[in-house]
């Protein structure tokens, strides 16, 4: 079945630091790519996506193109912020044509970012 | 517009204990899910529900854990008896029908179990 693994965390930056978070995958075909986000004590939120090859999405000032030469789906933020802090989650469809819209997530990446 | 609920929030038993969980999801949404998330991992499907019947439960231990969706809304999630290992947080997501990847979370419930 797809698979995606994710860097392992966590990451400290410094406020306004360059931010990438690496996430390939494994997939039969090309499913849709997402990066889920949540920050503490809340539930996880889709922070961006991408539905086929050389698709770039975007939110919050985050990027992430889905490359297909490479299997990756890496997530980058050119400044951060302190309200950046929080775990990542790259996630995938789980086998090509799941029809059911399950998702499976990566173990995540916890990023903190002091001023 | 009210997002995904969950209670409780926090709870601790004994192993071989009972424990139930609640989940309200977005009006509307037909589609149920619940995760359970181990520290340090990504959450991991358990069930998922279409109105109220189940889609898939290939990953619900059905020795121990049930779910139910009795009127296509509210959701219960029930371990009995609670082994060590089930300490997690459990979320609860919904997702309009058949439409769309993009799940709303809840706040989770974090269950400890000593």
């Known amino acids: 079945g797809n698979s995606v693994t994710q860097m392992e965390g966590p990451v400290t930056l410094s406020e306004e630091a360059f931010l990438t978070i690496n996430c390939t995958y494994t997939?039969?075909?090309?499913?849709?790519l997402f990066w889920y986000v949540q920050y503490p004590g809340e539930g996880l939120q889709l922070l961006l996506k991408?539905?086929?090859?050389?698709d770039k999405g975007s939110n919050k000032g985050f990027e992430a193109t889905y490359r297909k030469e490479t299997t990756s789906f890496h997530l980058e933020k050119g400044s951060v912020q302190v309200s950046d802090s929080a775990v990542y989650f790259c996630?995938?469809?789980?086998?090509?044509?799941?029809?059911?819209?399950?998702?499976?997530f990566g173990k995540g990446t916890k990023l903190s970012v002091i001023p | 517009e009210a997002g995904v609920a969950q209670s409780p929030r926090y709870k601790i038993i004994e192993k071989r204990q009972s424990v139930a969980f609640w989940c309200n999801p977005i009006?509307?949404?037909?589609?149920l899910y619940w995760y359970q998330q181990i520290l340090g991992q990504g959450p991991k499907l358990l069930i998922q529900?279409?109105?109220?019947?189940?889609?898939?439960d290939s990953q619900l231990p059905k020795d121990r854990f049930s779910a139910e969706r009795l009127k296509g809304v509210d959701s219960t999630l029930k371990i009995q008896p609670a082994k060590l290992e089930d300490s997690a947080v459990y979320l609860c997501?919904?997702?309009?029908?058949?439409?769309?990847?993009?799940?709303?979370f809840g706040p989770g419930t974090r269950l400890t179990v000593t």
């Open positions: 996630a995938l469809p789980p086998y090509s044509g799941a029809g059911s819209y399950q998702l499976t």
């Open positions: 991408a539905t086929k090859a050389d």
């Open positions: 529900f279409q109105n109220n019947g189940v889609v898939d």
């Open positions: 997501a919904s997702s309009l029908a058949g439409m769309t990847y993009e799940q709303y």
């Open positions: 997939a039969t075909g090309y499913p849709s």
């Open positions: 009006s509307g949404h037909a589609t």
